[in-house]
Nanobody, 130 residues
Framework: QVELVESGGGLVQPGASLRLSCAAS????????TGWFRQAPRKAREFVAS????????YYGDFVQGRFAISSDSANNSVYLQKDTLNPEDTALYYC???????????????????????WGKGTQVTVSS
């Protein structure tokens, strides 16, 4: 049974940083691609970042603009999302997801589509407010 557990969310002030963690069991993340998505109230789920199997490729949503960094840790079977310079628009529930489909399709753009990810965590809330 695959389980993804996110942690690291919280309430922070604008300009602050957070590091989100995604820990997996039942699945070796180095053998999958891993993505982060977010969903704010009354909005669609949005692509944040994704990292490929080898960790050699990473992708980011346009809104990130260099503020976030995704990384993988095979020793701990985890993926992280370092988030800097947070602003109130970053307030959302952040989800970790694992992609175990076609590598060709992933590199061709599937990394962006939440419907292409097979496993999901329950999310961690990030609130940015003064």
């Amino acid at each position: 049974q695959v389980e993804l557990v996110e942690s690291g969310g919280g309430l922070v002030q604008p300009g602050a940083s957070l590091r989100l963690s995604c820990a997996a069991s039942g699945l070796t993340l180095s053998k999958s691609a891993t993505g982060w998505f977010r969903q704010a109230p009354r909005k669609a789920r949005e692509f944040v970042a994704s990292i490929s199997w080898s960790g050699s490729k990473s992708y980011y949503g346009d809104f990130v603009q260099g503020r976030f960094a995704i990384s993988s840790d095979s020793a701990n079977n985890s993926v992280y999302l370092q988030k800097d310079t947070l602003n109130p628009e970053d307030t959302a529930l952040y989800y970790c997801a694992a992609y175990v489909g076609s590598a060709v399709e992933y590199l061709g753009g599937a990394y962006y589509d939440p419907n292409r990810y097979q496993y999901w965590g329950k999310g961690t809330q990030v609130t940015v407010s003064s």
